[in-house]
């Protein structure tokens, strides 16, 4: 869903377990705010106020070898989560979640905007 001019959104999902991306305009200068595994239930909820992560900025080029850059090349970048949500270690991850998202200029330049920190 497109968020309103104020700030709220709605969106109808089935109960169970879900994973909430807020993805902000690459113009903005802001990272994602990702909220894994959100418990719905029936009913309304309130999701409380969310505050969009400084980014950790990553710049690069994308390359098919030392003297073909690669344009348009979609970059993406996913964190794994455990039962308790984000971690660093693969064994026992159950999932991954996607965090970041970019495409490649027409060079095969790029700058990926992370979340600072992921909790």
């Given at each position: 869903v497109?968020?309103?001019?104020?700030?709220?959104?709605v969106i109808d999902v089935h109960p169970g377990a879900v994973d909430v991306s807020?993805?902000?305009?690459?113009?903005?200068?802001?990272?994602?705010?990702?909220r894994?595994?959100?418990?719905?239930?029936?009913?309304?909820?309130?999701?409380?106020?969310?505050?969009?992560p400084l980014p950790v900025v990553y710049?690069?080029?994308v390359r098919v070898d030392d003297d073909t850059?690669?344009?348009?090349?979609?970059?993406?970048?996913?964190?794994?989560?455990?039962?308790?949500?984000?971690?660093?270690?693969?064994?026992?991850?159950?999932a991954v979640v996607q965090v970041a998202e970019t495409r490649a200029d027409s060079a095969g330049q790029f700058t990926l905007l992370l979340p600072a920190h992921l909790n």
């Open positions: 497109v968020v309103g001019g104020d700030g709220g959104f807020i993805r902000p305009p690459d113009s903005s200068g802001f990272a994602w705010l990702v894994p595994h959100v418990a719905v239930e029936h009913g309304i909820h309130d999701l409380d106020t969310m505050q969009l710049e690069g080029a850059m690669l344009p348009n090349a979609l970059i993406q970048a996913y964190v794994f989560l455990d039962g308790q949500g984000y971690t660093n270690e693969r064994d026992g991850a159950k």
